[in-house]
């Protein structure tokens, strides 16, 4: 099952500009994860925001939670070539243990 | 972050034949795996949950005889695709969580899986 909707399903920039992604789910959360996917690669895990959290930063990238309208966004600043990957957010369900739940995705193309 | 480990990473199978993959937790005990199905371009698809010691738990849709989860030791999940069809080429990825890790949930690198 997948949890909700990305937008958009895909987004090119140029380097140096900034790249926002935007996730909504249904359900009440836990948490809400982001993943970085190079083509053909497996996962890497990004940034975890909890339920009770509304923005968090680690780096370059900015994640805010809107619990209220069951929406993220993710943010990534100075966008660079190797930026370019497929980017999930995932979310938790409320109940402890329960499976991490992926979105649709957005596929980002930065070019030089 | 904790370690996972998943083997083959790529396999190649003729259609009608079973194949088996492997997830290991290399460093923590994990209490309970996920299974996932990736095809290309799409998303990740929770196919299965299980916790050692019980039955898999499966996600609707998805054939719980084609698809046999044993998940025998707190370190070793495996997912045997049987009778095996072009249709079930996929990227296949295990993830595992224990409560040393606090519940977190630590992906492997994936499996090709190509059926010819």
């Known amino acids: 099952s997948q949890q909700g909707e990305e937008d958009p399903q895909a987004l090119s920039i140029q380097e140096g500009e900034n790249a926002t992604m935007n996730c909504s789910y249904k359900?009440?959360?836990?948490?809400l994860q982001w993943y970085r996917q190079n083509s053909g690669r497996g996962l890497v895990h990004l940034i975890l925001i909890r339920s009770n959290e509304r923005e968090k930063h680690s780096g370059r990238l900015r994640v805010t939670l809107d619990t209220s309208k069951k929406s993220s966004s993710l943010l990534i600043t100075a966008s660079r070539a190797a930026d370019t990957a497929s980017y999930f957010c995932a979310t938790e369900g409320a109940q402890a243990g329960t499976a991490l739940i992926f979105g649709k995705g957005t596929t980002l193309s930065v070019s030089s | 972050g904790a370690v996972v480990s998943q083997h083959p990473s790529r396999v190649i199978c003729k259609s009608g034949t079973s194949v088996k993959i492997e997830c290991r937790s290399l460093?923590?005990?994990?209490?309970?795996m996920f299974w996932y199905r990736q095809f290309p371009k799409q998303s990740l698809m929770l196919m299965a949950t299980s916790n050692e010691g019980s039955k898999a738990t499966y996600e609707q849709g998805v054939e719980k005889d084609k698809f046999l989860i044993n998940h025998a030791s707190l370190t070793l999940s495996t997912l045997t695709v049987t009778s095996a069809h072009p249709e079930d080429s996929s990227f296949y990825i295990c993830?595992?969580?224990?409560?040393?890790?606090?519940?977190?949930?630590?992906f492997g690198p994936g499996t090709r899986l190509t059926v010819t």
């Open positions: 359900t009440s959360i836990n948490n």
């Open positions: 993830s595992a969580r224990g409560i040393d890790r606090a519940y977190e949930q630590y």
């Open positions: 460093d923590f005990q994990a209490t309970t």
